[in-house]
């Protein structure tokens, strides 16, 4: 539990635990596991594709992320950090299981799936995960495997732009030009389907 007096804040919660966890507390690193788990799973799923996979990389990424502890800069957003952590373990883990296809597919299971956010779904993800609109995600299958990427992140599992650079270890000005274009493409592709496709705007 946090000290009495602590703001209730989210990110003065999560500066107050990571304060703690640098000094030693496991306790408080244990809820920001508890706090940051969905999305760090999701993230490795979106990569890996397998669920068991992705609870072994979101977990070494967990330790990973516990022993870099004291390099973590106090104050900074933890969330990108932590999902930086994993994406880099998921994506050593593609490298050597050789699983590239099926990202967008693996990113529509995994909001449809098991998971819960907590939280009410944006217009964009019901839009892209949703039976009714098989004519986006076909659209969204014809982009490159980047673009379907930064989508997925970005809409899908609504990742900010430093969160989506974190996880896909790239950088934010990356992240923005490719969405512009996947959006771009997507706006082309879907121009006759007149209100679907200002979804994508």
């Not at 244990?30 to 609870?55: C, Q």
């Not at 106090?74 to 050597?96: D, H, I, M, S, T």
């Not at 995600?137 to 609504?158: F, H, P, Q, S, T």
């Amino acid at each position: 539990m946090l000290p009495e007096g602590t703001p209730d804040q989210p990110e003065a919660v999560e500066t107050a635990l990571v304060r703690r966890a640098q000094a030693g507390d496991a306790a408080a690193y244990g809820e920001l596991v508890t706090m940051h788990e969905g999305a760090a799973f999701r993230v490795a799923y979106l990569l890996l594709g397998s669920a068991s996979d992705a609870e072994d990389a979101a977990q070494e990424g967990f330790v990973r992320a516990y022993l870099a502890l004291a390099r973590f800069r106090a104050g900074e957003p933890f969330r990108p950090w932590l999902l930086q952590v994993v994406g880099n373990e998921a994506r050593n883990r593609r490298r050597a299981l050789g699983r590239r296809a099926g990202m967008f597919d693996r990113a529509v299971r995994a909001v449809r799936g098991d998971i819960v956010t907590g939280a009410a779904p944006s217009p964009e993800r019901v839009l892209l995960a949703g039976e009714a609109h098989a004519e986006v995600r076909e659209a969204i299958a014809r982009l490159r495997d980047e673009e379907r990427l930064v989508v997925a992140c970005r809409y899908l599992m609504e990742l900010s732009e430093a969160e989506t650079a974190a996880a896909l270890g790239i950088p934010p000005g990356t992240v923005k030009s490719r969405l512009h274009r996947a959006l771009a493409r997507l706006r082309e592709d879907l121009s006759d389907l007149g209100p679907l496709a200002e979804a994508t705007r």
